[in-house]
């Protein structure tokens, strides 16, 4: 008998109808769709995805570094302890930003995004209430919302999130009840925005959520991929610079874009007691980060390649955005789009004229050959207003986030061209 | 101003008090806890762990794998697809074992632990009933117990789960209003309990749990670690074998026992709508699984690795139970123990006399310098009677766990003295 027959019998309900709230409430990410499109169409330019330049990845580095991993096999191919192996090296590449950390306030991960999932998990429970950024990375917003969480987002400007709001935004909930679980902010080269939050947003930052006693959660992946070569101090240094191991911050650190995404190496400095509950999950989650890519990652912090590569990958960003930012200025001559010049990372983010939708626009840039991520999913249901109240508010849809890094440096003057012809046609 | 400041002048609430549901509720694995215990104790004998033999890990074939692995940087070191890069490999491995899939029902998972986890997220609400057998895997059982499921074990017998009671059981619940949402069971070699489950209490399993409606969640570990080099069908072949991709069994597969636990590379074998719902929130997790150990793992499927090393790794294990079983007959003689000689796997279940608490003699074993695993974290809280109907029971605290792959197997001898003579203090 068939499930079919069954519910036709009026037996059992079909399988897709027992799954419960979490994967009910689970939603595609954008990215992986529209990558999914890219790869199975032959000549497309996509400035859609979130990988660093393939051909600054460090392969020759990483094959000796598991290499030398697997010289000691007992650690590289056994379960390792929940809590991980490789803290000391995380310790020292974190001195470089001037954070101090102990050994029980970093816990390895199976990539960022795992860091990330395991404080949604240890903190968020049905109704509470996080904010972020608006527009914000859409793969955590939608970890925030599977757990439950009401999402509001504070706007941005040139110098990141507007703390002003966000203080009246913090002030507002209080008063409702509603105290946030976290505020969770990319400050280095965002995502999707490319924006970099100034030192003094950044110290704004802190000293607003410290009075109002929430968790600042800072999700790091760009960390000094400046273009620049001037690195902000973290957020995370700036608080516990005054509160030391009891400042509320998280740090989610990532090797994606300085190493390469393939190894899912990440890993999560916070209290304590935040790491106690997070090594509780992840037992119940992947058990342990493979032992073998823990010990690359930290023979590669050791041996400088993180270090070389992080201006490596800048260095090759850098003169693919230049190519980009050539490329817009021309092609785009005349016709009604702006830009923010990002100075990192991976990501420009543009912004058509209001009325526009960028999916319409998808749908036109791939029929020329190039796929973007339009802005509809970077952005929580509701926002902050100027007073500080938040309200429901549709996503900004005449958004959309192009990816420097990937392309090829010769695709991306063409990319920019079918985009700008798109666009055209829609106008 | 510090936390510890602030909560005293009657601020927010400490961090740890923010911690919601999942954290509140997980609770540290013994298995961890032990074997921190045993990392920090020289000279112990550990019977404590669930690792394959160190002496037995492919080391040379696992460096050639990611070697070749790394050949492939675009597929090794990038982004994968959610979905995974292998399906196709895994479904030839799982061919072996007469099971046909397609690759829309296959998931590669960050170990098989992620696998479980998945299916938890995806199906699991507060209050969901979840039948397991009595005793189960603790670490799984914590993970349905932090996404608020009740428990219910089923007893076992030398054949494995009591299909008998299972199905009282599931008609008790039934009637209740409360249909498990699935029923986990490990057939193979099981774990604590080393039983593997009988031909015809497979296809009993199947039989019933298809005709109450429940999905079969068939856990695979040691799988193909048969001492007698004759597995048993798996119950996703049997349950497929009649309804095809229609039956409601998932199988979650690993290669920890069988290739590396460092590698974390496991898979889920579910139905299309269950996978497509797991691949969701796996984005969410950890995004996807590495691709470098992806390509490794399929590597090692290919060139006959993996086949070649479940026999040798059996071939290990069968020696090092051999030297167990013939500790246990001399230095037990004449003490009031039992186990069950187990045909497979990683472990034996030693039951001491009733009224005896394994915890108390670990104490002691440990100033013997030998560890294992107490008995009480493997059972759920409740328990199905012989009329189906579920009771909360006390676990069985006079039973306990022995690893027999992992201890050199000189050691084992020692280990199994040391406990003995422990036990005789206690007695």
Chains 1, 2 share one sequence.
Not at 206 to 218: D, K, N, P, S, Y
Not at 337 to 359: C, Q
């Amino acid at each position: 008998v068939s499930d079919r027959q069954r519910a036709a019998a009026g037996g059992p309900p079909a399988l897709a109808e027992i799954f419960a709230g979490p994967a009910a409430r689970a939603t595609p990410s954008p990215i992986a769709r529209t990558l999914e499109l890219v790869e199975r169409t032959p000549g497309m330019v996509s400035l859609a995805c979130g990988n660093p330049a393939s051909e600054a990845l460090p392969v020759t580095e990483i094959a000796a570094a598991c290499a030398a991993a697997l010289a000691d096999p007992e650690r590289a191919l056994q379960y390792t302890s929940p809590r991980g192996l490789i803290q000391e090296a995380l310790a020292a590449h974190l001195l470089r930003d001037g954070v101090r950390a102990r050994a029980d306030e970093l816990l390895p991960t199976t990539g960022a995004i795992q860091a990330l999932a395991l404080l949604a998990h240890a903190l968020l429970r049905e109704g509470d209430v996080v904010v972020t950024e608006w527009p914000t990375y859409p793969v955590n917003l939608a970890s925030f919302r599977t757990h439950g969480a009401r999402t509001i987002g504070v706007p941005m400007d040139e110098e990141g999130m507007r703390v002003d709001l966000l203080d009246r935004l913090l002030s507002t909930l209080a008063h409702d009840g509603q105290p946030p679980k976290l505020i969770y902010t990319i400050p280095d080269a965002q995502n999707p925005t490319g924006i970099t939050m100034s030192r003094a947003r950044r110290e704004a930052l802190v000293e607003t959520a410290a009075r109002h006693g929430v968790l600042v959660v800072e999700d790091a992946p760009y960390r000094r991929l400046d273009f620049q070569g001037e690195p902000l101090p973290p957020v995370a240094a700036l608080a516990r610079e005054e509160a030391g191991s009891e400042a509320r911050v998280a740090l989610v650190g990532s090797f994606a874009k300085t190493v390469a995404p393939g190894l899912r190496v990440g890993y999560l400095l916070a209290p304590s007691a935040l790491i106690d509950a997070a090594v509780l999950l992840k037992q119940g989650e992947d058990f342990c980060t493979s032992g073998l890519l823990q010990l690359a990652i930290a023979s590669l912090i050791q041996d400088g390649t993180v270090a070389r590569q992080e201006t490596r990958f800048a260095a090759v960003h850098a003169a693919k955005l230049g190519a980009m930012q050539a490329a817009l200025e021309t092609e785009m001559a005349g016709l009604p789009v702006r830009w923010i010049r990002p100075r990192g990372g991976l990501f420009l983010w543009l912004t058509l004229p209001e009325g526009m939708d960028s999916e319409k626009l998808l749908e036109r840039a791939i029929a020329h050959r190039v796929a973007f991520i339009p802005g509809r999913a970077f952005y929580p249901p509701e926002k902050a207003g100027p007073d500080g109240v938040p309200a429901r508010t549709p996503p900004a849809v005449h958004t959309l986030r192009l990816n420097f890094s990937y392309p090829p440096l010769a695709d991306i003057p063409r990319g920019i061209a079918a985009l700008a012809s798109a666009l055209r046609e829609m106008l």
